[in-house]
Nanobody, 126 residues
Framework: QVQLVESGGGSVQAGGSLRLSCAASGRPLINYPMGWFRQAPGKEREFVAAISGGYSNTDYTDAVKGRFTISRDGAKNTLYLQMNSLNAEDTAVYYC???????????????????WGQGTQVTVSS
């Protein structure tokens, strides 16, 4: 069974940076598509970034392009989300997710993911 544990959230002022980590256990996930999603209070969960297995192609929602970077470290079996130039609209609980099958494409639809972390809170004050 795959387990995902996020860390790195916190409170930061607008313009600041945070790096979220998602440590995976249960199996190596280097060849599995993974993603980051977020849910703000009173809103539905939304796609943030995704990375494919294998060659690690990436995709981002327009709101974070140029500010966020998704990456992975296969040796540490960990997924990252580097977040720069944060603004108040980035405030949310951030979740990492992994698919249950190997693949070389990314996925933006949360329904495509089988495994989820517990979430980490990111709060940006203006």
């Amino acid at each position: 069974q795959v387990q995902l544990v996020e860390s790195g959230g916190g409170s930061v002022q607008a313009g600041g940076s945070l790096r979220l980590s998602c440590a995976a256990s249960g199996r190596p996930l280097i060849n599995y598509p993974m993603g980051w999603f977020r849910q703000a209070p009173g809103k539905e969960r939304e796609f943030v970034a995704a990375i494919s297995g294998g060659y690690s192609n990436t995709d981002y929602t327009d709101a974070v392009k140029g500010r966020f970077t998704i990456s992975r470290d296969g040796a540490k079996n960990t997924l990252y989300l580097q977040m720069n130039s944060l603004n108040a609209e980035d405030t949310a609980v951030y979740y990492c997710a992994a698919r249950s099958t190997i693949g070389t494409r990314w996925y933006a639809n949360s329904d495509e993911y089988s495994y989820w972390g517990q979430g980490t809170q990111v709060t940006v004050s203006s």
